[in-house]
């Protein structure tokens, strides 16, 4: 990769979002929206002495997985229109490569998802009083992760989309079950043996769990750095394997 045309293509990427005012919304306002939701739906639920409230628990992991999806689904529509526009095409042409444009995609969209934390986990804290023994530094940390996860795993789905519409198909597919068996619904040690392994070869389930450390922990723990760890690999390999499969232009 080449750091000028790197940081070349992350200002290009940047200057298009700014421009693009339901994308931003999308970014920052629904994440709030939806928590506002969820603490609504847990406000009157009891909670036990000395255990953490319904909110503070749900909350907490929701500031990873709404971060994912939106990513996942504004970069794969996204990168699917430069490609049938022609952009990508003409874009190639100059000395910009796979991993330039790719790579520029996931700084320029954790940039973007470092606002979107930010904001939402302000919310969560500061107006619905969420309570988590680690910093909201570490969760703010953690949810950009969270979020450049959904971008890598955008671009990677996205060069086997020929349209929008196959592009939200690859939804179900790929972000539903990571969400359904992270450890939201039921813990991951409680399932069943091959459900346990299918959430172990998912790496949103370690990002939930580096979540769900820092809400325990008031210091960062090894488990935790082990799954942000495992989370940045993953972010790496798709981003690799999006630029091996990247088409020029929709057939």
């Known amino acids: 990769m080449n750091p000028r045309i790197l940081v070349a293509t992350t200002g290009r990427i940047l200057r298009q979002l700014r421009h693009d005012r339901r994308t931003i919304a999308l970014l920052v306002v629904v994440p709030a929206a939806l928590l506002t939701l969820v603490y609504f739906m847990y406000a009157d639920q009891p909670t036990p002495p000395g255990q953490p409230t319904t909110f503070d628990r749900i909350a907490l992991v929701m ?7 939106i990513m996942f689904l ?13 952009t990508l095409e003409r874009l190639l042409t100059t000395p910009l490569g796979k991993l330039d444009l790719l790579f520029g995609y996931g700084i320029a969209f954790g ?22 023994a680690g910093s909201i530094g570490l969760v703010i940390g953690i949810a950009v992760i969270d979020a450049v996860l959904g971008v890598a795993l955008g671009l990677l789905c996205s060069a086997f989309a020929r349209t929008e519409f196959q592009a939200v ?40 769990e580096a979540l769900q450390e820092v809400g325990a922990h008031a210091e960062p723990t090894g488990r935790m750095w082990r799954d942000v760890t495992v989370v940045l690999g993953a972010v790496v390999l798709a981003l690799v394997l999006a630029a091996a499969t990247l088409r020029r232009r929709s057939g």
């Not at 500031?63 to 999806?69: A, C, H, Q, Y």
């Not at 619904?185 to 370690?206: H, I, K, N, T």
């Open 74 to 86: 504004v970069t794969s529509i996204a990168m699917l229109r430069e490609r049938t526009s022609g």
């Open 111 to 132: 940039l973007a998802a470092a606002v979107q934390a930010a904001v939402a986990a302000g919310v969560a804290y500061w107006v619905f009083d969420l309570d988590t």
């Open 169 to 208: 198909q690859f939804l179900p597919v790929v972000v539903v079950p990571q969400l359904l068996l992270c450890g939201l619904f039921v813990a991951r040690d409680q399932m069943a043996g091959w459900l346990q392994a299918l959430s172990d070869a998912f790496p949103l389930s370690y990002a939930i």
């Open 63 to 69: 500031l990873g997985i709404f971060p994912f999806v």
